[in-house]
Every structure is written in structure tokens, then in C-alpha cells.
């Protein structure tokens, strides 16, 4: 990827906007039906985007401890959706460049099935899959996997370090050209360029190896978005890509800056760790047009989904206090402390009432961008030449028209002033990002 090019991937996560799906328009069955998940990735490909990205979360989301509104928050469309690791082998099938990435939690799985899931997925796609390596934040994952809550912040990062290294440890535990399939002498294997990991930590103990050769990137794409201080380090230390929340260019430049010079303290090229902060785009004829269809979606947004959801991540029963008044001081959090940061923030920042707020983020957590092609594409390459960002997650409201607008109309704008790709430049994702290539 020219250095001048920005990243561009698509966030697929059904019901991400919470009133879009409503639209006339809108196919909310996205969230369970191939055929529409082909249908995305394949727009994705013809827009030359560099992967379509999947979150996953393993339980329907419920404010805990609060009862009042775990029925709310339960009912919340973002939580029906596939195992990604399922879906990616299906739509690697169906496209020939665009990248695969999905989700895998370090607190709910073990090193050696990531590995090998992954390398798996590498394979078939010809050097084409992504690992999304979070450590959860939704306590209700933890009760669907035997335990009654995650475990705290801290140890949650120790783990995922850790989880990581043996990962990438086992990605490259055969050397090139181990495997010969030789007929004539009848060795299959060079015995000597497999290697145990023989890894014993204080979380793991893997003697490996994978059960399959090096894959077509050796290492598969990491993709991290954690915003805390350990996050910052873990990302700096272990990822290629950095997804982000910031909706402000200062904020975001400063981010990027701090990412990268933890990088580079790691011994890391910081050219080589991409930002990406997210953004929902509403798309039209004219800026006008495009803020009357943001309205239109965002009046389908049932008052007490968004309540719900603004709940799960304030940790505190919201409708013990006025819903007209301010946000109050929230309680410490266990879970996504970055989420819940930006949303008291945000509230204060722009004087919100809890009402307000919740309808606020019932649109989405990213960075909303209105208006016309040409506008977006002036915020979209004003931000990349800030130095805030390297490219940018595209989170659309809905399916299929949030998509298909954002294709076919920004990205068109976007290649007219030389900001994307016309065409890919590689056979992998690696060189679709522009990162690391390993032999």
C-alpha cells in the first residue's frame, strides 16, 4: 500500500445502530443470513476495501445487577450475530483479496486453538485472515463460561500478553520448507525444521507445534483496540492494526503519537502499527439530505434499548436519577473502562442529559460523519493528513444501503484524489495494510 493510501475496512455488526435496522429500507436478517454476509464482503471487495471485520461477543448483553433494565438491555440487536470464526472460512470463499478478520477472547480461549484456528484460516484464504485478540469486557461472557465474573482489568491484560507470545510462537514454529512431500525418499517432513515452543508461563504451558506448516503470512494480521494504559502497551507490543474511538483530531493525533512511540520503545517500526478510528458514515445527495436521514434513523431508537445498553456499560442503575438531568458520577468499572469513560466524557462535554446521552451512543460508539461524498471524503482525508489516523474503520448503520452508499459514492471520491487504492497491490492482507511481511 502507497504511503499516501489510506486503510479502509468494514465493521460488520448487525443492529449496530439501534433505530437503523428499522428503516423500510434495512435488512436486519443480516445478522443471521449468509447470503447477506456474502452480499457485504463482496461490496466491500468491489469498493477495494482491506477486510471486512467481525466483533464477537459470547452472551446476550444485560446490565448486571440491575434488574430494571435487564430486560432492555437483553433485547439489544447487537447481540445476535454468528461465530465469526465460523463465518470467515465462508466468505474467503466467495472473494479473492479482501482480507477476513474476526474476534477471539483471551479470557475465554486457549493459545493453541486461536493458533491453529487462524493459521487455519490464513490457509484457506491464501494469506488473507485477521485476529481481533480482545480480553472482554461484557461480564456476562464470564457466566457462560463457568465463572461468575471476568476476571480484573489488570490480570485480564497480564493474560492476554502472555496469550499472544505463545500465539506467535506457535505461528512460527515450523521453519520454510519443512514440509517436502517427497515421494521418492518418502520423508514428508524435515524433522529438523519443526520446533516444540516448550512455553511454561504463568497462565500457560504449551509444548506445541501447530499441526499444519508455516501459513501464507506467517503470522496472521493482529488487530487490537484496546485505550487503556495496558491496552496502549499491549497494542504498541503485539499489533499491526489499532482500532480506536476518538472523534476528535487532536485527541486522535495524540493517540496515534502515543501508540507509536510505545511502539518504537518496543523495538518496533512505528510504520508498521496502523490507527484506525472508527466512523459511522450517513451518506446523501447533500450534507442536508444526509443530516435529515442521521434524524431519520436516529427517531427509530426505542427509548429504553438505548437506556438499556447506556446502563450496561455505566455500571449503575441510570433511572434512579432524573433521565432529563445530567450524567452522575459513575462507579469503577471492571469491564470496558474505555467505553465508559468516553461516554461520561462525551455527556459532559457537550452538556447531555442522560436521555440525550443514551440516544447518542444508541447510533453507534464511532465518530459519526454526515453529508455529502465530498464532504466525507474532506473529513475522512483531512483527518489522515493531520497525522491523527492511517485509514479508518467504517461501521455503516445498516445493511444494505449504509454499505452500498459508502462504496459507491465515498469511495469513488476518495480514489478521484489519489486517498485509496484502485486496485490491490498484493496477494495478502499484510500488503493490502502495508505492515510487516514475514517470509
Known amino acids: 500500500m502507497s504511503g499516501n493510501m489510506m486503510s479502509l475496512a468494514l465493521f460488520m455488526f448487525p443492529g449496530y445502530h439501534f433505530g437503523a435496522w428499522r428503516l423500510p429500507e434495512a435488512i436486519p436478517g443480516i445478522d443471521l443470513g449468509i447470503d447477506h454476509y456474502i452480499r457485504a464482503a463482496q461490496l466491500a471487495e468491489e469498493g477495494r476495501m482491506d477486510a471486512i471485520f467481525f466483533e464477537d461477543q459470547a452472551a446476550i448483553p444485560r446490565s448486571n445487577n440491575i434488574l430494571a433494565g435487564d430486560k432492555f438491555a437483553a433485547a439489544s440487536p447487537r447481540g445476535i450475530h454468528f461465530d465469526p470464526m465460523v463465518l470467515l472460512p465462508a466468505l474467503a470463499m466467495v472473494t479473492r483479496h479482501l482480507g477476513v478478520a474476526g474476534t477471539a477472547t483471551t479470557s475465554f480461549n486457549d493459545p493453541y486453538s486461536v493458533a491453529r484456528r487462524f493459521a487455519s484460516i490464513d490457509f484457506i484464504s491464501k494469506g488473507r485472515a485477521a485476529w481481533n485478540m480482545v480480553t472482554s469486557f461484557n461480564e456476562n461472557e464470564a457466566q457462560n463460561f463457568g465463572l461468575d465474573a471476568l476476571a480484573d482489568h489488570a490480570t485480564r491484560y497480564e493474560r492476554a500478553g502472555e496469550f499472544v507470545d505463545v500465539v506467535t510462537g506457535l505461528w512460527e514454529s515450523w521453519e520454510k520448507g519443512a514440509i517436502t512431500r517427497d515421494k521418492e525418499s518418502g520423508v514428508y517432513f524435515d524433522v529438523e525444521k519443526m520446533h516444540f515452543l516448550q512455553h511454561k508461563g504463568k497462565y500457560f504451558n504449551v509444548r506445541g507445534p501447530l499441526t499444519m506448516d508455516r501459513s501464507p503470512q506467517v503470522r496472521p494480521v493482529i488487530l487490537q483496540a484496546g485505550a487503556s494504559d495496558p491496552g496502549r502497551a499491549l497494542a504498541a507490543r503485539t499489533a499491526d492494526v489499532v482500532f480506536t ?51 431519520r434513523m436516529r427517531d427509530l431508537i426505542p427509548e429504553d434499548l438505548a437506556l438499556g445498553y447506556l446502563m450496561q456499560h455505566a455500571g449503575t442503575d441510570l433511572r434512579q436519577y432524573d433521565l432529563n438531568g445530567p450524567m452522575p458520577d459513575l462507579p469503577e468499572s471492571n469491564a470496558g473502562k474505555t467505553h465508559q469513560s468516553m461516554i461520561l466524557n462525551y455527556a459532559r462535554k457537550h452538556g447531555l442529559s442522560i436521555l440525550q446521552t ?29 497525522g491523527a489516523c492511517d485509514g479508518f474503520l467504517v461501521v455503516p448503520p445498516y445493511f444494505p444501503g449504509g454499505i452500498e452508499d459508502f462504496v459507491r459514492q465515498v469511495i469513488p471520491e476518495l480514489q478521484r484524489r489519489g486517498a485509496f487504492r484502485k486496485e490491490y497491490s498484493g496477494p495478502h492482507l499484510r500488503d493490502h495494510l502495508g505492515v510487516t511481511r514475514y517470509a
Open 358 to 386: 443514551a440516544r447518542h451512543f444508541g447510533q453507534g460508539n464511532h465518530m459519526p460523519v454526515v453529508g455529502s461524498p465530498v464532504t466525507i471524503a474532506d473529513t475522512l482525508q483531512h483527518w489522515k493528513e493531520s
Open 245 to 295: 474511538l476518538q472523534t476528535n483530531v487532536e485527541e486522535a493525533r495524540a493517540f496515534r503519537a502515543d501508540v507509536r512511540a510505545r511502539a518504537e520503545a518496543f523495538g518496533r517500526d512505528p510504520d508498521m502499527v496502523k490507527i484506525l478510528p472508527g466512523i459511522t458514515p450517513f451518506v446523501g445527495r447533500t450534507d442536508q439530505e444526509a443530516q435529515e436521514s442521521r434524524e
